[in-house]
């Protein structure tokens, strides 16, 4: 009998693991995930390289004396010491990127939060990044900011693969769309081979949910409080409704007859938040071909343990998540401005992981052994 993770990837679900660290590596837990869990990638942010080099110095300890004693600052360790983990994590997964002719076997690595409302910077690292791991299964996670949007067809236009992250409206990921199909076009322009080009769009659930939930409870009415935790869903589940639509149209037609590949919605921030909702809802909801789910181990594990999977879960259920959308805004949810929150404080948020691990990384440059200097 198959794993309920294995029904998921019979589903067209490709699951990726939304953490690294050079433990995973070094340990083997990788492989085995790979082997055992089903999965065909993985994620990273910053919080997540904060919490793996924060939590996990003796694993660094060495590569860290040695860029002290070449006198790094802490931003050339932190892209020192990311890089080498991305690049290694990329070697591990590239039988699986073989085997799916592309498609999976994926390792992201995200451009500094700092750069999020500059087009330029986000561009000039994404090549730098993209330069440094050298390894044709990374991918190249860059913030769905306004800023963030011609970085992505800059980047894409130069041939290299993109993860856009922190997507939480429709509005913005059909800007999004807009961006890949622009971007695959100035590749195709450009002379680049456009099927080795791969794209995923990072649709956020889970934090929807948190935020329309708090807003709801204020609201208080039964109406309102029989909307809880309905949001993140719906809300994916049209995003979804929009990729059909867009990928059917004549100009994503010529670029796929072509050889282009569609860009494919990830699933993001899937863990659950709220302990009296299912551990499995953002995975077992948001089923439907050619998707990504990824999820932190605790939802991976929960997934594998007792996942329930149906099938397809979301193509069926789109005059539903409309409805949802509709009893939102009768109970007085300003979703345009949920979304618009969401953005601000998801970017604040890895800024906040980002200086952390500078500092994190600044103290273990300091603190190396002076005989290593």
């Not at 990788?30 to 080099?53: C, D, H, K, Y």
């Amino acid at each position: 009998m198959s794993t309920p993770t294995e029904q998921l990837a019979a589903a067209g679900v490709s699951i990726w693991l939304d953490d690294l660290s050079r433990d995973r590596i070094t340990t083997g837990n990788l492989t085995q995930l790979i082997a055992s869990r089903t999965v065909t990638g993985v994620t990273t942010n910053p919080s997540i390289f904060q919490a793996a080099i924060g939590g996990g110095a003796a694993a660094y300890a060495a590569q860290i004396a040695e860029l002290a004693a070449k006198g790094a600052s802490a931003d050339d360790a932190i892209f020192a010491a990311t890089t080498d983990d991305v690049r290694d994590a990329a070697d591990i997964f590239r039988p699986v990127y073989e085997a799916s002719n592309g498609v999976d076997g994926r390792v992201s690595i995200e451009v500094s939060p700092d750069l999020a409302h500059d087009t330029d910077a986000t561009i000039a690292q994404a090549k730098e990044l993209s330069a440094s791991v050298d390894r044709p299964n990374v991918l190249i996670k860059i913030p769905a900011t306004k800023a963030g949007l011609p970085a992505i067809t800059a980047t894409l236009a130069e041939g290299i693969s993109v993860n856009v992250t922190l997507i939480f409206s429709l509005e913005r990921y059909a800007e999004v769309i807009e961006a890949y199909l622009a971007g695959i076009e100035q590749a195709q322009a450009n002379g680049h081979d456009i099927s080795k080009i791969h794209s995923v769009a990072s649709f956020f659930v889970s934090r929807v949910d948190t935020e329309v939930d708090k807003r709801l409870g204020a609201i208080g009415t039964d109406a309102a409080l029989a909307l809880k935790s309905k949001a993140g869903v719906a809300n994916a589940r049209l995003a979804y409704e929009l990729f059909e639509k867009e990928f059917a149209t004549d100009r994503a037609k010529a670029l796929t007859d072509a050889g282009a590949n569609v860009q494919r919605p990830l699933w993001a921030s899937t863990g659950v938040k709220d302990p009296s909702l299912p551990d499995t809802l953002y995975v077992t909801e948001l089923v439907a071909p050619g998707t990504v789910n990824t999820m932190p181990e605790k939802t991976l594990e929960a997934t594998f343990d007792h996942g329930v999977v149906t099938g397809d879960t979301i193509t069926g259920n789109y005059a539903d998540a409309h409805g949802v959308f509709d009893d939102l805004a009768a109970a007085g949810v300003d979703f345009a401005d949920v979304t618009q929150v969401l953005e601000d404080e998801g970017v604040e948020k890895f800024i906040a992981s980002w200086h952390d691990l500078q500092s994190t990384v600044t103290a273990a440059l300091e603190a190396a052994p002076e005989a290593a200097r």
